[in-house]
């Protein structure tokens, strides 16, 4: 089993002063010699890290020393190599953004459902199953007879309920995404909206895939995670995608045989979205981190 350990967490708390708590936060990882990004907002935390296992409990135990998080869970898997280059602490206004204030799951939160009940929940024939996560993660993989919003960002799901609520009348909403953050906070805008009934996948999909036993689980496909990774699969282990280094989204197998892919520098999904100006300048980067590879020392854009 790998050494390097990956802990993807949030909490909505609220906090007073999160700028007070970067500085220290930014030491406690730094002694520990993990990598990867936490944000800090008024709302609370979220972020992933990795690192040696020693280092992943100094900084959880440090976080779980600040103010509403003691109940601090966070989602543990195993990498081959370390998914990040660096540690970022950011101070941020939202800590998932959704440019909504009455969405606060610091006041008002919907029904928390662990993955033993998911099945149950959701197979019934009045819910109303949506996925929050943007299209791109929707498109390699989610939850049988979910509801695709084919959103582009977060952002998005507001105008998207609004424009579809009608449909969904009086049927109680269950919501899932990641790892509980997105549909969380989406819960609490619905109840916002006047929705009676809403329920979320505690701990998101990574802990779906991680309690439920491929035989009895109702995912279908790989969950996209924001690290080097890529995406995971049941049990967490590691997907089958890439990423396409020009715009972020994930690339099959069958997108990197597509005419249109081109190794660091588009993908079938991008190939229309930069001129020929920036490609060159993806070229030039691909160039650098062979050179660097040749080497054996690592490239920051790698």
Not at 33 to 62: M, Q, S, Y
Not at 128 to 144: K, S
Not at 203 to 219: D, H, M, N, Q, T
Request: some cysteine; aromatic content about 8%.
């Amino acid at each position: 089993m790998s050494e390097i350990l990956v802990a993807a967490l949030y909490r909505f708390t609220p906090f007073a002063d999160p700028a007070a708590l970067r500085g220290p936060l930014a030491r406690a990882c730094a002694r520990a010699g993990i990598t990867g990004t936490l944000l800090l907002a008024r709302e609370g935390l979220n972020g992933t890290i990795a690192g040696a296992p020693e280092g992943i409990a100094a900084v959880l135990a440090h976080l779980r020393g600040l103010p509403g998080c003691s109940g601090l869970e966070a989602k543990l898997s195993h990498a081959d190599v370390m998914p990040f280059r660096r540690m970022k602490v950011r101070l941020k206004r939202e800590i998932v953004t959704l440019g909504r204030p009455e969405a606060d799951p610091t006041r008002a939160v919907g029904v928390y459902v662990p993955p033993s009940d998911w099945n149950a929940l959701i197979g019934r024939p009045e819910t109303v199953v949506i996925d929050t996560r943007n299209a791109y993660e929707v498109a390699i993989g989610g939850f049988e007879g979910a509801i695709d919003p084919g959103l582009k960002t977060f952002r998005d799901f507001p105008d998207w309920w609004r424009a579809n609520r009608d449909a969904f009348e009086g049927r109680p909403v269950a919501m899932f995404c990641t790892g509980g953050i997105r549909c969380e906070k989406a819960s609490s805008f619905l109840l916002a909206e006047g929705v009676r009934e809403v329920y979320h996948l505690r701990g998101g999909i990574l802990k779906y895939l991680e309690e439920v036993p491929e035989a009895a689980s109702r995912w279908r496909g790989e969950c996209f995670v924001f690290d080097g990774r890529v995406s995971v699969g049941h049990g967490l282990a590691l997907g089958r995608h890439g990423r396409c280094h020009a715009c972020g989204r994930p690339v099959s197998e069958a997108d990197q045989a597509h005419a249109d892919f081109e190794a660091e520098v588009a993908c079938p999904a991008c190939v229309g979205e930069y001129d020929e100006t920036r490609r060159a300048g993806f070229r030039e980067r691909r160039r650098q981190m062979e050179i660097a590879r040749a080497k054996g020392i690592a490239h920051l854009g790698g």
